[in-house]
């Protein structure tokens, strides 16, 4: 029996690819820019099986040129690059990867945050430009994390990873989340507090919402008022959770402290975006999930997915359940 097409959108980790290639005949697209529009149709036309990146769009237009299609299953815990209701709508499964990230991507949130507390970048620039020539009792003076306020928007599992590395620090944590997590208040020590509180009281701010038509733009210039003028933000969620045309003026008017981003509006980031002009501003190109381990981890978990969706068995990490109640064979 022929193996089933399935068409990988970039050379994702190998312990993925070999898991694929075992029961699959696999297209990978090898370039390091995501495949265009027309390679994507163009691989869809006879696959079965999508493995796709946060970095292709997914939507009724592209469903509707793959007929045989029966997964996409998204190497990322975000899937707001798929229109999940056309894929819902036309029986088609799709899969993400929660928790698999989630340590790995708040020990990143915590090193920007450490980062920017301490400058970091700035004080390596100075150092790389030759601009060292003594000890100063007022250079790169920042600010202090220990005892510090943590305010936490969007308690998931990367919010609570980050709670938890608050603790060893000894930081009062805040946190805004659409529920209420009790467990967690008792278990950590949490405070539950109304997004515009959390952002009048936090000396860090760090967001993990996801991004949908409520958490877009939730930071504008509005809420950047309601900050210290000390504030550091921090995103490692997606960009346009933040509104960085606000973002911009609020930094460079001192409006609050320091940003320090993983995620951008888009990405990349133009080279000539402002935000990039300012000293108070760090900037990194989305790595929140990038350890060796867990990129090997991710893709497996995603070929796991499509393979067990193209078996017919249900996927383990299935963003549209009810497509698997309603179907007839897959
Ligand atoms: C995700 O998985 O959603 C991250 O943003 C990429 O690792």
Redesign the pocket.
Known sequence: MAKPKVFVTRLIPEPGLDLLKQDCDVQVWPEELPPSREALLAGLAEAEGLLSL?TDKIDAVLLDAAPSLKVVSNY???YDNISVPDATARGILVCNKPGV?SETTADLAWSLLMASARRLAEGYDYVRTGKWKTWGPRTFLGWDVHHATLGIVGLGRIGFEMAKRARGFDMKVLYTNRTRKEEFEAMMGLEWAPLEQVLEESDFITLHTPLNDETRHLLGAAQFKQMKSTAVLINTARGQIVDQVALYEALKSGEIAYAALDVTDPEPIAPDDPLLSLPNCLIVP?I??ASHATRNRMAVMAAENLLAALKGERPENLVNPDVWKNRKSI
Do not use: E, R
Request: no cysteine; hydrophobic share 50%.
């Open positions: 946060l990322a815990v975000g990230l989305h929140g999930s």
